[in-house]
């Protein structure tokens, strides 16, 4: 029998298990953090041999060299042409639709020109290089090859690494994601010997100057550990679900919205949000009528027990109040005029409006991105995007007026620090 959280915002004590629920145990992350440490300096130290070990010791992957890891181009077009019609008809229809949402993304270069004859502006200059991280170890992510390598190819980037654990048969959907997004190079290593790699290069895995794509705690540690070295997208915790529904959406849907987060993997979180008990209590039966017959039911079961949770609100407005306060990755709003209350939702990396908007919908094929802020990040984070791949760099063209007009207000302010360089260098412009 499965087991998972039932709350009431009514009860006593509410609160404080509403928060316990929401909060993630920070010892895991320390492990994984000092497991990843070690890997990191390693590869950092030692390169390409580095690689080799750990790949194999943790992937399972023996290679007589780091260049075996690498897969060909050709094999990346064979995987594509070897899958049935329908597989290769549904990666070349993601990837349109995921390149048709984001191409409304592009940075675009302004410049202007004040009253004093000065031009001020923006360049936009794509990144180098970019790693790109698609998990493998539970699960095959064709999805991710796209998400992550579409829009750096829109926004400009110019070589495109791929990073893929493959403790097994490579999946033959990932290669030929690859090969439809027009990514340059893929290795078979992942976890943090793989970000290390990427973020500090060896004899063959060339330095990346960003690193993006979601990964296991390992991953996510040693993404913190060089973030400086390299910029990264985000440190990506369990996947997130929040459901605000009005109890009249079909109860079998709504357990199977909750199963599709839940199964990818023991950390993730399922959060159901309803004013109906008698609603709450159909999903109850219907999430054990279902369950037996999941094929990742062990993961589905570990993860409703230890996060998810039915919560009984006073009503819809007060169920989005308590999204506000979780933050949710992803949030869907399964009921009658969702959109007008779209303006209550203030903290989501991304919302499915209306009954028949799964986020299974998101994480494959309607077009936005789906790799999104999670633990709470969406309060100050946003899903990735061609912006991501952009870099801005600001431009200042003064006419003699504007450095005159400009010297003054720049020499005060300069002897008011205590900079006299600072000073001495706009005045000595003031007069020609």
Request: with cysteine; aromatic share 6%; proline share 5%.
């Amino acid at each position: 029998m499965s087991r998972i959280t039932r709350l009431r915002s009514g009860d006593e004590g509410f609160s404080a298990a509403f928060q316990a629920l929401l909060k993630r145990t920070e010892e895991d992350s320390r492990k994984a953090e000092a497991v990843a440490r070690d890997i990191v300096e390693d590869v950092r130290a030692r390169g390409d041999a580095a690689l080799l070990m750990w790949t194999e010791r943790l992937d399972k992957r023996a290679a007589r060299s780091a260049a075996d890891l690498e897969v060909p181009a050709h094999q990346l077009r064979a995987a594509f042409e070897g899958l049935p019609r329908a597989e290769q008809d549904a990666l070349r229809e993601a990837a349109a639709r995921i390149r048709a949402f984001h191409e409304h993304q592009v940075l675009s270069p302004h410049m202007e020109r004040d009253a004093l004859g000065s031009q001020l502006g923006q360049k936009v200059t794509p990144l180098d290089r970019v790693g790109l991280y698609v998990p493998g170890g539970k699960a095959a992510y064709p999805s991710s090859v796209l998400m992550n390598a579409i829009p750096a190819r829109i926004a400009g980037v110019a070589e495109l690494i791929m990073m893929a654990p493959a403790p097994g048969t490579p999946s033959a959907l990932v290669l030929a994601a690859a090969h439809v997004a027009g990514v340059d190079r893929v290795f078979l290593a992942g976890g943090a010997q793989a970000v290390a790699a990427l973020a500090y290069g060896t004899a063959t895995v060339p330095r990346v100057d960003k690193i993006v794509g979601p990964g296991n705690a390992y991953v996510a540690a040693a993404k913190r550990l060089v973030y400086g070295q390299v910029a990264i997208d985000m440190i990506a915790g369990p996947s997130e679900v929040a459901i605000v529904c009005d109890g009249r959406t079909s109860p079998t849907w709504i357990a199977y919205d909750l199963f599709a987060q839940a199964e990818h993997d023991e950390g993730a979180q399922a959060l159901l949000f309803a004013p109906d008990r008698a609603f709450l209590d159909a999903v109850a039966a219907e999430i054990e009528r279902l369950l037996p017959g999941m094929e990742r039911r062990a993961i589905i079961e570990a993860a409703l027990a230890g996060h998810g949770a039915l919560i009984e609100v006073r009503d819809l407005e007060q169920a989005l109040d308590l999204v506000n306060v979780v933050a949710p990755e992803h949030l869907e709003l399964s009921f009658d005029g969702a959109e007008a209350m779209l303006d209550r939702v203030r903290h989501a990396g991304a919302i499915f409006v209306g009954r028949y908007t799964a986020e299974s919908l998101g994480d494959y094929c309607a077009g936005p991105n789906h790799v999104l802020p999670t633990s709470g990040t969406a309060r100050f984070s946003s899903p990735l995007g061609v912006y991501d791949f952009q870099k801005r760099t600001s431009i200042v063209i003064c006419t003699p007026e504007g450095a005159a007009v400009l010297g003054k207000t720049a020499s005060v302010l300069a002897r008011g620090e205590g900079l006299t360089a600072h000073a001495l260098s706009a005045e000595c412009r003031m007069n020609g």
